[in-house]
């Protein structure tokens, strides 16, 4: 189903002098389904989700969203047409309420830098979009806190109730569940699950007991490249993960769940 | 039992919260009839500090770029008053001050478009290197009167047919047209801070990441406030270059922008009151400082004293002057004893 492609890369590198952090990915993001992109640290997979969101340029290759070539799109551009992402360290408006937060972020499709009668809090069409996110996430009850005091998980189901507002149809997400706690995380999870209806969704994570969880499709990169990219069930069994993961002994933290 | 609330109208409650405000307004309409012509030309310098203080609060508080080299388009605005006003006739206010202002919006553009391709520590100094750079074209160059500067030989006037309607020449008339400046620029940033324009300003200042994220392209937002700031400098620069009737390098120069950047943290920056609180606060202490009545002699060395007393200011006060009635309320705040 071409249709449901809402965003390819084809073969895209990224190099850094003479480093090659991203070497020949390709990866397609289909609606209504979550994409893991797991793999060690330094694989390569933060750097590809910069450069699908335009915010690191590729040094080849090339980036379609819904089938247009947006290889040359700046971020801005990008996420206006439909990519909303978040970012590893959370990065939201710290001395403004939960609602201002996601009105802003909403307020990038009713920009009207030259209105200056309507009170920005005023827009409509911003205030609905960010009452939606605010409601998708699970934030109702804090929408009138001030950002910086939330606690660490509310931080990060905010960081995504922001990406919603923008009302995006592909969600890069990286490292929504770093260093929340288990009970937090349980609802974070229930939370991305119901991100992939009407999206595409690509998820970078480190808890692999998550990923197995909730990928629909898990692409694996080690050293900057892609070496498979299956279901979860082909992903476990696949030998050349195994011996990426098990063969690397400075992470066994990240060793892949028993076969349940 | 609870006392029944008096239930004030949203509309007048808004009302009530501008009194301050108000009640400044009439004490400068109604001062050049109180004080003395000293006095009355101290609060005039004052109120053009203010305004020139207010463009760099757009920037500084509203967008969170910290330019040094602001006093360049004070500058500008004040060499091309005097040098497109004619040397015979009085000039005409329309059509002196909108070229004087689109001169001082061009300069602040091309310039902007290049400091704001860097950011924090470096656009500080790129802003300072474009200053001095504009201070050595004027100081250096037969352009404008080298060192010496100029003298403006007519004060602007608008007049319709042969009815005068103002004329800057007369004091009182330049110091309304001066409070009157300072009320349009100060309701301008006041619309700006609250449209969507200065909530996104104040949304790249938290964070510009996340504003690019969310589809801003934050650039064109931040050359456009860049601009603007450049603009209302120059009706600060114009005021000058009319009041003193005279344009010399100094006023480009770095400690120019370093005054003007005093000025915003002395009151406080964030707020537009604050800097028109820390215009009158510097504007007074240099005034006290440099009075011969007050310190005999010593009154010659009046930027030490000037110095401490700002270092004094900003440790005491870091939130500038506006934040002080904030603090006295948590002094005066009874302590809260358990039961």
């Given at each position: 189903m071409p249709d449901d492609t809402l965003l390819t890369a084809s073969d895209v590198s990224r190099r850094f002098g003479g480093l090659t952090a991203v070497d020949r990915a390709s990866i397609a993001l289909v609606r209504g389904e979550v994409h893991a992109v797991i793999g060690t640290n330094g694989a390569g997979k933060s750097t590809l989700v910069n450069v699908l969101s335009g915010e690191i340029a590729a040094s080849s290759g090339r980036v379609h969203l819904h089938g247009r070539d947006v290889t040359h799109w700046p971020q801005p551009r990008r996420s206006r047409a439909g990519i909303g992402r978040s970012y590893q360290r959370t990065t939201i408006f710290r001395n403004a309420t939960v609602f201002e937060n996601c009105r802003l972020a909403a307020q990038a499709h009713f920009?009207?830098?030259?209105?200056?009668?309507?009170?920005?809090?005023?827009?409509p069409q911003s205030r609905e979009q960010a009452e939606q996110a605010i409601e998708q996430a699970g934030l109702t009850a804090q929408a009138q806190r001030v950002a910086g005091t939330l606690s660490h998980g509310q931080k990060r189901q905010l960081e995504i109730a922001m990406c919603l507002a923008t009302a995006p149809t592909v969600l890069l997400l990286d490292e929504p569940l770093a260093g929340i706690g288990p009970d937090e995380t349980e609802r974070m999870l229930a939370l991305l699950a119901g991100l992939k209806r009407g999206r595409a969704v690509l998820l970078v994570e480190h808890d692999m007991d998550a990923v197995f969880r909730i990928a629909d499709r898990i692409t694996v990169m080690v050293n900057g490249t892609v070496i498979a990219s299956a279901e979860p069930g082909a992903i476990r069994g696949n030998a050349a993960v195994q011996a990426a993961y098990l063969g690397d002994s400075c992470e066994p933290m990240t060793a892949l769940p028993a076969n349940a | 039992m609870k006392l029944p609330r008096i239930a004030i109208p949203p509309a007048i409650g808004r009302l009530l919260k501008f009194w301050p405000l108000a009640a400044a307004l009439v004490v400068l309409a109604l001062f050049p009839h109180i004080g003395g012509g000293f006095y009355v030309d101290l609060v005039l310098t004052t109120m053009i500090l203010a305004i020139f203080a207010l463009s760099l609060e757009l920037l500084v508080g509203g967008t969170g770029l910290v330019s040094f080299g602001h006093a360049a388009f004070f500058g500008i605005a004040a060499y091309a008053t005097v040098l497109l006003s004619a040397k015979t006739d009085a000039p005409s206010l329309a059509w002196l001050l909108p070229p004087v202002l689109a001169i001082a919006a061009i300069a602040a553009c091309v310039i902007g478009a290049l400091c704001l391709r860097t950011r924090g520590i470096y656009f500080i100094m790129v802003t300072l290197a474009f200053a001095q750079m504009t201070y050595f074209v004027f100081h250096d160059t037969s352009l404008a009167g080298g060192s010496d500067g100029l003298y403006l030989y007519a004060k602007p006037r608008l007049a319709i047919g042969d009815v005068t309607l103002l004329d800057l020449g007369r004091p009182m008339t330049l110091y309304y047209a001066t409070l009157g400046c300072l009320v349009v620029v100060y309701a301008l940033l006041a619309l700006i801070g609250r449209a969507r324009f200065g909530q996104a300003l104040a949304g790249i200042k938290s964070n510009e990441q996340r504003m690019r994220a969310s589809g801003f392209s934050t650039y064109p937002y931040k050359l456009a406030a860049f601009t603007l700031a450049g603009a209302l400098a120059g009706v600060a620069g114009f005021l000058h270059a009319v009041k003193d009737g005279f344009v010399n390098p100094e006023i480009l120069a770095w400690h120019q922008s370093g005054a003007v950047l005093l000025t915003l943290i002395l009151g406080g920056i964030g707020t537009l009151r604050g800097p028109v609180l820390g215009a009158f606060v510097f504007v007074l202490l240099k005034e006290v400082f440099q009075s011969e009545a007050v310190f005999g002699a010593f009154a010659r060395h009046w930027q030490l004293p000037l110095g401490l007393a700002i270092i004094a200011c900003v440790a005491l006060m870091p939130n500038g002057v506006v934040a002080l009635p904030a603090r006295f309320r948590r002094l005066r705040m009874p302590i809260p004893h358990a039961g």
């Open positions: 920009q009207h830098p030259l209105d200056l009668w309507t009170r920005a809090q005023r827009c | -």
